[in-house]
């Protein structure tokens, strides 16, 4: 029997979930993953592995969870549209499946436009939906997309993104309704700098019988400093930072800024912890990921059972003694 | 030349329901690669061209999708707006471009027929299908039919 998500277990056994992003290295070296997987593992859940977000390229995000799971970690494998067709994109979940990979997150990606290779050729064969589709089918039906048949079909808790900060409000629930009938079982929603716009879309949510339906955790991160906070507003797609997120940092002196940063994430995990139907958080502390263990100490979320973490240290050393050239 | 027709789009779901009441009867003669279809490529092009700005991707959705060719999504998005619109409404990728996705949403609202079309599933484009007639391709039911996998 195929061993199940470790995230899947958490969320349904009513735990406040915590997961962290990893931000992929520009290395080959397996080492690089490892160091900061370390400082995620034993305050997460599970650990994100992006899919060259921001169109950037990094390394990728089966070969980071491929090195994850070869260290007992407990990945969430990202996948994007943006870079692979149909063909691509199942082969590479199955793939994963046979890595140990648990947790996959359909994603459509951001524009090569806004990337490190504007030049590049956009995909977008499927979009977040129709990816989602395609992986449930192989989970539960054992076929690709064609219709052909899977000799083993792979075994994924399927999840998507929400973005409930940005236009068409009304629209975005619904969106919602539509990742789950395509067969969503959790959600990460993007950065939240808004809890009152938050909340406003998880009435809506529990409106609709969602929130029963899918686990919905939620993105927040620390800013680092005001003009952080403004670069990201004005150059990271998707992410809405109101006016008084920016003046209150503005408000401190700049050396005082990354600890003020830190303090309104932790103030955003506890009030969005009280909503009704969020299910967990998930951290996304870019460049700062020290900060990450930090943070949710501090919102009241330690300790975690050592989930993303388990045999964790053993993991390791079987992990490098792997990637270690074979010697004759 | 764009026609502003885009703007009254219960008026185009109806043009749209009757040219297909229209069409029925001849669905018989209604087949890829012939003559027939050169002819209903040429007039796709020009009409559909001129009000949607489409792409000929054969595949059309338009009335699934609040009368709005999501061919000109910039990610060819085909089950609603991506998580990049901005704040002011406009497009991730084209800053001045107002979002594909929002005015398709505005308009499915006002569309009696086929409005709540607009919140199912659609399927992944098939791309053997590009150039063809997407009129010819409906009535084949090639177009409307979901991917082997999602059968039920």
Redesign the interface.
């Not at chain 1, 977008?124 to 129709?130: A, K, P, Q, R």
């Given at each position: 029997m195929i061993p199940t998500s470790r995230l899947e277990r958490v969320l349904k056994s009513g735990r406040f979930a915590v997961t962290g992003e990893l931000n992929p290295p520009d290395s080959a070296d397996p080492e690089s993953v490892f160091e900061r997987a370390l400082v995620l593992a034993e305050v997460c859940d599970g650990i994100n592995a992006t899919d060259a977000s921001g169109a950037h390229v990094h390394m990728s995000s089966v070969g980071v969870c491929a090195l994850l799971t070869r260290a007992g970690y407990e990945p969430v494998m990202q996948v994007s549209c943006?870079d692979r067709n149909?063909i691509a994109l199942q082969g590479d979940l199955l793939g994963a499946a046979a890595m140990g990979v648990r947790n996959v997150l359909c994603l459509?990606?951001?524009?090569v436009?806004?990337g490190d290779h504007p030049d590049a050729k956009?995909v977008?064969?499927?979009?977040?939906?129709?990816l989602l589709?395609?992986a449930r089918?192989?989970c539960d039906?054992s076929?690709?997309?064609?219709?052909r048949q899977l000799e083993v079909a792979p075994r994924f808790f399927l999840g998507a993104?929400?973005?409930p900060f940005?236009?068409?409000f009304d629209?975005r629930p619904?969106?919602l309704?539509?990742k789950v009938?395509?067969g969503a079982e959790f959600i990460q929603t993007?950065y939240c700098f808004d809890v009152p716009r938050l909340e406003k879309f998880m009435r809506t949510v529990r409106d609709l019988g969602l929130a029963e339906k899918v686990y919905i955790l939620v993105g927040v991160g620390p800013l680092r400093s005001a003009r952080a906070g403004e670069w990201i507003r004005n150059n990271v797609?998707?992410v809405?930072i109101p006016d008084a997120v920016i003046s209150r940092l503005k408000g401190v002196p700049p050396e005082k800024q990354v600890e003020e940063g830190k303090r309104l994430c932790v103030e955003i995990i506890q009030q969005v912890r009280e909503t009704p139907g969020v299910c967990g958080v998930h951290v996304m502390a870019y460049r700062q990921e020290e900060l990450v263990a930090e943070i949710i100490d501090e919102a009241g979320l330690l300790p975690r059972g050592g989930y993303g973490s388990m045999g964790a240290d053993q993991g390791r050393r079987l992990a490098r003694m792997s990637t270690q050239p074979k010697t004759l | 030349m764009r026609i502003g027709l885009q703007a009254y789009p219960r008026f185009l779901e109806l043009a749209y329901q009757l040219s297909r009441r229209l069409l029925l009867p001849f669905s018989r003669w209604m087949v890829p690669g012939g003559w027939i279809e050169k002819i209903f490529v040429v007039l796709e092009k020009g009409a559909k061209g001129a009000i949607f700005d489409c792409r000929m991707c054969g595949d059309c959705v338009l009335h699934s999708t609040g009368m709005t060719c999501p061919m000109t999504c910039?990610?060819?998005?085909?089950?609603?707006?991506?998580?990049?619109?901005?704040?002011n409404?406009n497009c991730?990728?084209i800053p001045e471009m107002k979002?594909v996705?929002?005015q398709a949403?505005?308009r499915s609202k006002v569309m009696r027929v086929y409005g709540d079309d607009f919140?199912g599933?659609?399927?992944?484009?098939k791309?053997q299908l590009q150039d063809g007639s997407a009129w010819i391709n409906d009535f084949t039911g090639i177009a409307v039919q979901d991917?082997?996998?999602?059968?039920e």
């Open positions: 943006r149909r459509t990606g951001d524009g436009e806004t956009p977008f064969d499927l979009d977040s939906i129709s589709k395609t089918s192989m039906r076929r690709f997309l064609s219709g993104a929400s973005n940005v236009p068409p629209f619904l969106r309704a539509k009938e395509a993007q797609p998707g809405h | 910039p990610k060819n998005m085909r089950n609603g707006p991506c998580g990049g619109v901005r704040q409404g991730e990728i979002c996705w929002m949403w505005d919140l599933i659609l399927p992944p484009r791309g991917p082997a996998s999602w059968l």
